[in-house]
């Protein structure tokens, strides 16, 4: 399959993405957890069905050192023991900020109140930036359809 835009010889996408991309490094220097980061992430690409998000994200926590056996529950993490409670948080919050239209009022309190009691301000900010930068790569990603499967760990970076 071939990606309908390159957006590396584009000069427009070049100039914004670039903009847009530091925005998501800055989110690797937060002291929300990188573990946490890469679930969160690797849980909204699932939803989205970003094939290529779901690849770099997956890869990048099994380098991380990331489990297998975390990998492969982040889809079914409600019934998964794996998970420690704040990461529960995070994905549950994920889950809602990215199913906004099918959340039925979105974030409740009860799923932002949940997240509070394990993530401070800072975290919080952090993980609600990341929750809606991944959803726009998502989307980037999707309607050009870029390809997934070669991503190297560390390959952007």
Not at 22 to 35: I, M, N, Q, V, Y
Not at 107 to 113: G, H, L, Q
Request: with cysteine; charged share 20%; glycine share 6%.
């Amino acid at each position: 399959m071939d990606a309908r835009l390159n957006y590396f010889a584009d000069p427009t996408a070049g100039k914004a993405l670039k903009h847009f991309m530091s925005a998501g490094r800055a989110l690797k220097d937060s002291t929300l957890p990188a573990a946490t980061q890469e679930l969160v992430a690797l849980r909204v690409s699932q939803i989205n069905g970003c094939a290529v998000c779901i690849d770099m994200h997956t890869k990048e926590a099994a380098a991380a050192g990331e489990t297998p056996v975390r990998l492969n529950l982040v889809a079914a993490w409600r019934e998964a023991t794996v998970f420690t409670a704040a990461e529960r948080a995070a994905l549950e919050l994920a889950e809602k900020g990215t199913r906004v239209a099918d959340a039925a009022g979105g974030v409740s309190d009860e799923v932002w109140a949940y997240a509070a009691k394990h993530y401070n301000e800072e975290q919080l900010t952090a993980l609600v930036i990341l929750i809606s930068f991944m959803n726009t790569v998502n989307r980037l990603n999707i309607i050009t359809r870029q390809p997934a499967g070669d991503y190297e760990p560390g390959q952007f970076h």
